[in-house]
C-alpha cells in the first residue's frame, strides 16, 4: 500500500482561543494549508482513572503527508495539553485543485 500524499490532522483544546492560536500558527508555519475549527463539543473520556466530561473545541488541519511530522511536532509545543489528541486521518482522494492546493501551501519552499 502507498502512502497517502495529503492528511486531515485532528485536535481538540480548551478554549476557542487557543484553537485559534493553534490553528493559526500552523497555517502561518504553512505546516497546514487550512484549519477548520469546531465548537464547542462536548468529551467525555477517561483520565488518570476518572471519567471526565469536558467542552472543547475542535481543529481540523488540512495538510500533505510530508509535512505532518513537523506540524505533530508545532501541536505538541504549541498544545497546552500534556497529552494532546493528535490523529491524523489518510485523505483518499479529493477535488484535484483542493489537493495541488494544500500541497502548494504546505510545500517546505513555499514563501513564508
Known amino acids: 500500500m502507498t502512502e497517502p500524499a495529503w492528511l486531515t490532522v485532528l485536535t481538540t483544546t480548551d478554549s476557542e482561543e487557543k484553537a485559534h492560536a493553534l490553528a493559526r500558527g500552523a497555517v502561518d508555519a504553512r505546516l497546514a494549508a487550512c484549519a477548520q475549527i469546531s465548537a464547542p ?3 467525555v473520556y477517561r483520565w488518570q482513572d476518572a471519567v471526565e466530561t469536558a467542552q472543547e473545541w475542535q481543529v481540523l488541519f488540512k495538510t500533505a503527508a510530508a509535512r505532518y511530522d513537523e506540524l505533530e511536532a508545532h501541536l505538541v509545543a504549541a498544545h497546552g495539553y500534556g497529552t494532546p489528541e493528535i490523529i491524523a486521518t489518510p485523505v483518499v482522494r479529493g477535488s484535484d485543485r483542493y489537493l495541488a492546493w494544500v500541497s502548494a501551501e504546505t510545500a517546505p ?4
Open 41 to 43: 463539543v462536548t468529551s
Open 109 to 112: 519552499d513555499a514563501k513564508l
